[in-house]
């Protein structure tokens, strides 16, 4: 699987939008962009995915750079209940039941 | 609808014993993943369940061995704990050929 590139650590003041980065330079045509979450003493949860175009939905929006190489997850008003770690992850296309491969992700910190 | 399920939710071994692990899937899901998350780290992905039989398997000894029942429920095993072997164990389910899977809560294994 491709690798991909988080920021350790990130902060935001809460009821502000919140933009997490990732790179993954080396992404591949057939690789989708997932993001999932984990929240403190709870399992990863799904958040959103996407291949080419920007997608919406009721947790986050996803923003993918033309060039595939790089995209942000978007958390539009940030609440206390935001604050995770935010993993990218690459999956190819019909990969089915392949395991997520997880990297250390992005913490991020919500502050009241 | 119940989601996935882990039990226990701790577990304190000393080294040199085993351990099982249990999983009930979401209501409806028939394939089961293991993932063992240390301190700081992302999960990693141990093997995968489908139809009663090992589907895949990550970079783990055969120490660890699993097992999934007709109700597909599972259980993970593992032999001759090592102190290296204390981690947060997370099971995952999905739907064969889809792509978003459901994490549990975990089970917290420290050996001593």
């Known amino acids: 699987d491709a690798k991909t590139t988080q920021p350790n650590s990130m902060e935001s003041n809460e009821e502000e939008p919140v933009h997490l980065p990732c790179n993954h330079s080396?992404?591949?045509?057939?690789?989708?962009i997932h993001w999932y979450r984990q929240l403190p003493s709870q399992g990863p949860e799904y958040v959103i995915h996407g291949l080419t175009s920007n997608v919406n939905n009721r947790m986050a929006s996803l923003a993918i750079a033309e060039d595939r190489k790089s995209s942000t997850l978007i958390l539009h008003r940030a609440t206390l209940r935001d604050a995770a770690v935010y993993y990218c992850?690459?999956?190819?296309?019909?990969?089915?039941?392949?395991?997520?491969?997880f990297g250390k992700g992005t913490r991020l910190s919500v502050i009241a | 609808d119940a989601g996935v399920t882990q039990s226990p939710t701790h577990l304190i071994k000393t080294r040199g014993q085993q351990v099982t692990l249990r999983c009930s899937p979401k209501?409806?899901?028939?394939?089961v993943s293991w993932y063992q998350q240390a301190l700081g780290q992302g999960p990693q992905f141990i093997f995968q369940?489908?139809?009663?039989?090992?589907?895949q398997r990550g970079n783990f000894p055969d120490r660890f061995s699993g097992h999934q029942f007709p109700n597909y429920s599972s259980e993970l095993n593992v032999n001759a704990l090592l102190l290296g072997d204390s981690a947060l164990y997370l099971c995952?389910?999905?739907?064969?050929?889809?792509?978003?899977?459901?994490f549990g809560p975990g089970t917290r294994l420290t050996v001593t």
């Open positions: 992850i690459l999956r190819r296309m019909n990969s089915g039941n392949t395991p997520l491969v």
């Open positions: 995952a389910s999905s739907l064969q050929g889809l792509d978003e899977q459901y």
């Open positions: 080396t992404i591949s045509g057939t690789d989708y």
């Open positions: 209501s409806g899901h028939d394939t």
């Open positions: 369940y489908y139809e009663e039989e090992e589907r």
